[in-house]
């Protein structure tokens, strides 16, 4: 039962980095296009190479 005195710091440790974590994803713009990647591998970049004769 001693050792619930270091789980309960060290869960709320983590807990709070987690959130830190987060709030600084959320400020630098990393999820400000959730759909940019998704529709990106859609469409191609480059012409298609036609073979030589």
């Known amino acids: 039962m001693d050792v619930i005195i270091y789980l309960i ?3 709320l440790g983590l807990g709070l980095l ?3 974590a987060f ?4 400020k630098s713009g990393q ?3 959730l ?3 998704a529709n990106r591998i ?3 970049d ?5 073979p030589d004769d």
């Open 18 to 20: 987690g959130l830190v």
């Open 23 to 26: 709030l600084w994803a959320l």
């Open 42 to 44: 859609l469409f191609d």
């Open 9 to 11: 710091p060290a869960a």
């Open 31 to 33: 999820f400000e296009d």
């Open 35 to 37: 759909d940019g990647a």
């Open 46 to 50: 480059e012409e298609p190479r036609k």
